[in-house]
């Protein structure tokens, strides 16, 4: 099952190597979104979504001085045992408005 949402993106890292004989090789996308406003709670929360290693070489050529609107395609991967994980297999970065979204 995959859907599409667009995420004010702030960041990204790659991580690539070996540990114990076992390879990983994936992207993690950094994301702020805004909290529901509670009485116990207000403001904007830091979230981060895994990603397939293939969006590397279009991550690299977008700029991030602040926020940049992105829409994500997310897939769920079942991962055994019926649990699933949310792994983003799209990243597009949407052409810059006028007024940027806020948190």
């Known amino acids: 099952m995959a859907?599409?949402?667009v995420h004010n993106v702030i960041g990204w890292t790659h991580k690539k190597g070996?540990?114990?004989g076992n390879n990983?090789?994936?992207v993690t996308i950094y994301a702020v979104s805004k909290l529901e406003q509670k009485e116990?709670?207000?403001g904007?929360?830091?979230i981060e979504f895994r990603a397939e290693p293939h969006l590397v070489e279009k991550l690299s050529k977008v700029t991030?001085?602040?926020v940049v609107p992105m829409k994500l395609q997310i897939e769920q991967v079942a991962t055994?045992?019926?649990v699933f994980k949310d792994v983003v297999v799209m990243a597009e970065p949407l052409p810059a408005s006028p007024q940027q979204p806020k948190p």
């Open 3 to 5: 859907f599409e949402s």
């Open 18 to 20: 070996v540990v114990d």
């Open 24 to 26: 990983y090789d994936f």
């Open 40 to 42: 116990n709670q207000r």
């Open 44 to 46: 904007a929360a830091g």
């Open 64 to 66: 991030f001085n602040g």
């Open 80 to 82: 055994g045992k019926g």
